[in-house]
């Protein structure tokens, strides 16, 4: 069995045993199984494929690269979403960047807003100053 950690700017996304991986990379698509020799890549944007007890999933990734060594695989990745598909995977992760977005627009909003009430403070101390 081969140890896969997928691994994002937030922490530890997914950590599992698996028999086989395959990743797409500027190569075309590759497969690791057990005791494969070891590699780093980068990673495509696209998907890693994981087969486990006959079952497959996807981790659909944006940004990163793959290591592979002593039956470890570890994927980073700028992005990631697991799914048991990777059309599933990819709609979660785009709505997962949908919202980080969103947030982050707000963010910029309220630090605009922080910046000008700043600014009219500032006005005010230095007119006080000649009164």
């Not at 997914?14 to 086989?20: C, D, K, N």
């Not at 590759?30 to 020799?37: G, P, S, Y």
């Not at 980073?76 to 995977?89: L, P, S, Y």
Request: hydrophobic letters at 40%.
């Amino acid at each position: 069995m081969i140890k896969i950690n997928v691994v994002t700017p937030l922490g530890v996304l997914f950590e599992e045993e698996v028999e086989m991986i395959v990743f797409r990379n500027t190569e075309g698509e590759q497969a690791i199984l057990e005791n494969h020799i070891p590699v780093v890549v980068t990673l495509n944007p696209g998907y890693v494929r994981l087969k486990r007890n006959g079952e497959t999933l996807y981790v659909t990734v944006v940004g990163g690269f793959l290591e592979f060594s002593n039956n470890i695989v570890t994927v980073i990745a700028q992005e990631a979403e697991v799914g048991r598909d990777h059309e599933n995977a990819l709609k979660h992760l785009e709505d997962l960047r949908k919202k980080r977005l969103e947030e982050n627009r707000k963010r910029n909003i309220d630090f605009t807003r922080a910046e000008r009430d700043i600014k009219e403070e500032i006005k005010k101390i230095k007119a006080s100053k000649y009164l």
